[in-house]
């Protein structure tokens, strides 16, 4: 049975990587992930978990080095943050061009400059192209159940592709929540073991990892790689569901909250659903049909799921954790609204940027966020289809 | 060490057909790396830096590989094997695997002395056992011969080229022998593929010091440095005996001479024969020359210095 | 030489070569302007040609002694040439245009008899 522990999202993270107790670690500190491997390290001291440490100089070797270990047949896990997660990016590329199942927790954080410790989104954001699957956590209880998961659905014969579970820098990796700590065995038997494809240790039956795909092969390659992506997706489903059966606790794509016949709907992930979440239900008890489609999987992203999730909304409005960086719109804003393009009823769509590094996102703001949905159903009109949550001075 | 003869009959680890260039001494110090590692004994896991010699090594979908060898990236050949270390030991804690396994990390001097130092430097003084081989061809070779910092003095490449106001390469080459003894490493020596014996003793040795040990190779590149494709190893043996590329090795930082030449060549016999020293021999530019001799000689003096001083940690 | 070009849900996943040293299968021969010509008679088998080669193309016997030059592969770059020790050399250089059409035999007469 499992036990209920009040720790922290960081806790939680290497909590899963105890139970999971992967073959290598290889990681690198940085705020806000760090107290990961700093936890590793000690229940490795503590004998808790018999994982190789390999304590690296750089996050760039933390994931060259996963590489390497995954490679050679290994179970393999890292965290990291930020510029750790930006100085990985050239190496994320080549783990899931490899299709070397890798899991990642990322305490998501703000990118510099400015120099910014605390939560936003635009480290996963920035790396969402490179390949992995990524799971977003609203807390910690999510944190430590998304690790494990993850480490089914990467290593899936259909999947054989990393993937990161992220929750909010501070947020969620610092503050101490109530929640479940399932049972190690009943974990250990729920992950099982890993048999690799074609270990590099395998001296009997050598294998080139690596070699360069010249332009007759190359497309073929990242093809079949952007295949074992998009079977992620049904995985996801899948393991979400064993996972329910085995803890209770069951997952999907995403989490629909109050939805059933929402007219005013946010889309967010993240910590700032909790938040939102409590808005909703206020909003409800006040009659106003307020709902939240909260994003689980952001990589592959289900958009014929979400869109068909969005079909009673009259107005929506997506927040994003991140800066459009010169798009029309936040990653998660152009996204949906590309999915809903194809939807029957196709409601007006709007874009928050809310968070930036560490920035309050109270109550107060998401209320004005349906506040101001309700006005856009109400009329018709959009006037203005990108503002920010929180910002000193008026946007646009 | 065998006689070749012996060596001759071992199945090799790399095989022919790959694209390095005619002449190139890539593929002979490999050859002679996997001959002199006692593969009865125990098996080799390669990983290998991105450059022309794994571009021409693993070209899908063909590989030139008989063992197990893994391309990451360019900077990143030490943290490679680290992970694939790790799991061997992972493997060996558990009992999952008998086998002997020992690890090479290849790269050449843009991915050891410049880009890959930082991810070397971690890999050794965390302890992994792995031999680190730099096949040195002085320059970024695989772009088209651009300067690094174990260019020589003088030479001209395509970022550091001579011209009317500039004569190649105005800074001495790195020496990333001394950087890397600063770990405390067991074993570390330079070696030249000319000199195939001390080569392979070398190598022997590496691979059986249960750390991370480090060796540094000459390695002539006919189409960089600008000489005939069938004299690769006659250069790689001027550079020995004009105490350019000295063979020594430090052992637990005592320093050991393999080689000293009878007759020590001036280096104009070694820079000669090379086209991107070709400027060096301008009228004007004698000094240049004398500079490079001087260079030349300060390494060489203090090597003997220290060898003479016996001292070690 | 020609490839199987496979479509991208036969390629093996992760780009992982499975057949090690499947490069032998590419015949760099074909890049040769010279060619090696091996006089056996004067040969003293001291192997430097093959421990310099640099594309394993140096045929070695049961007995580990060299028995004739892979010209699947030789490149034709003379370093074997010009590390043989022999007086005079057991290995000199030929161009290819004019080794067309003749067995190793002849080439040897041609090359040594001189």
Known sequence: ?396 | MALLNELAKKKEGLVNGHRLCPGCTHSVIMRQVLAAADTDKYDIVVAAATGCFEVSSGLYPYTSWNIPWIHNAFENAASTISGVEAMYRLWKKKGRTDKDVRFIALASDGGTYDIGLQALSGAIERGHRFLYICNDNNAYQNTGNQRSSATPFGASTTTSPNGTVLQGKSQPKKDIMSVLEGHHMQYLAQASPSNWRDLMNKVKKALDVDGPTYLNVIEPCTTGWGFPQNKSIEIAQLAVDTCVWPLYEIEEGKVKINYKPKNKLPVEEYLKPQKRFAHLFKKGNEHLIEEFQKQTDRHWEWLLKREESGVSY | MSEKLLNWDEVLIGGAIKDPGNSKSYETGSWRVERPVWNPESCIQCMFCWVYCPDSSILVDENGKMSGIDYDHCKGCGICVEQCPTKPKSLAMLLEADAKGKSEEDLRKEVFSK
Not at chain 1, 128 to 134: K, S, V, Y
Not at chain 1, 144 to 150: G, K, M, P, S, V
Request: proline share 5%; net charge negative.
């Open chain 1, 1 to 396: 049975m499992g036990k209920k522990v009040a720790l922290t999202g960081n806790e939680a993270a290497a909590h899963a990587i105890r139970q999971i107790n992967p073959d290598v670690v290889a990681a690198f500190p940085i705020t806000p992930s760090t107290p990961i491997p700093q936890n590793v390290a000690q229940f490795i001291a503590d004998g808790e978990m018999d994982t190789e440490l390999v304590t690296v100089e750089s996050e760039h070797s933390a994931m060259s080095a996963c590489v390497g270990a995954a490679a050679a047949g290994g179970r393999v896990m890292t965290a990291t943050s930020a510029n750790g997660y930006a100085l990985m990016w050239e190496i994320l590329y080549i783990a899931s061009g490899s299709r070397l199942p890798i899991v990642m927790a990322v305490a998501a954080r703000a990118l510099s400059a400015p120099l910014n410790i605390h939560g936003d989104h635009s480290d996963i954001m920035g790396g969402r192209d490179t390949g992995w699957i990524q799971l977003i956590a609203e807390n910690s209880q999510e944190t430590y159940d998304n690790l494990i998961q993850a480490i089914k659905i990467a290593e899936n014969k259909d999947v054989m592709t990393p993937a990161l579970g992220a929750f909010d820098g501070f947020n969620i990796s610092h503050a101490i929540e109530i929640w479940e700590l399932e049972d190690d065995n009943k974990v250990k038997e729920f992950v099982g073991e890993y048999t690799p494809l074609y270990p590099l240790l395998n001296t009997k039956e050598p294998v080139t990892h690596g070699a360069w795909a010249p332009p007759d092969w190359y497309f073929e390659h990242k093809m079949n790689q952007l295949e074992g992506l998009l079977n992620a997706k049904d995985v996801v489903v899948k393991v979400g569901k064993e996972f329910g059966s085995a803890f209770g606790r069951e997952y999907g794509l995403y989490e629909a909250y109050k939805m059933d016949d929402a007219e005013y709907v946010i889309v967010a992930m993240g910590s700032v659903c909790g938040t939102t979440k409590d808005v909703v239900d206020s909003l409800r008890e006040n009659g106003v049909k307020a709902g939240l489609l909260k994003i689980r999987l952001f990589r592959p992203f289900p958009y014929k799921e979400l869109a068909d999730a969005l079909s009673s909304a009259k107005a929506v409005a997506v927040l994003d954790r991140v800066s459009p960086a010169g798009a029309q719109g936040g990653a998660l804003f152009t996204e949906i609204r590309s999915a809903l393009y194809d939807a029957n009823s196709r409601p007006p769509v709007i874009n928050y940027t809310y968070g930036l590094g560490g920035r309050d996102t109270q109550p107060q703001h998401i209320n004005s966020v349906y506040d101001k949905l309700k006005t856009i159903a109400e009329t018709g009109k959009v006037d203005k289809q990108f503002d920010c949550l929180n910002l000193r001075g008026t946007w646009g």
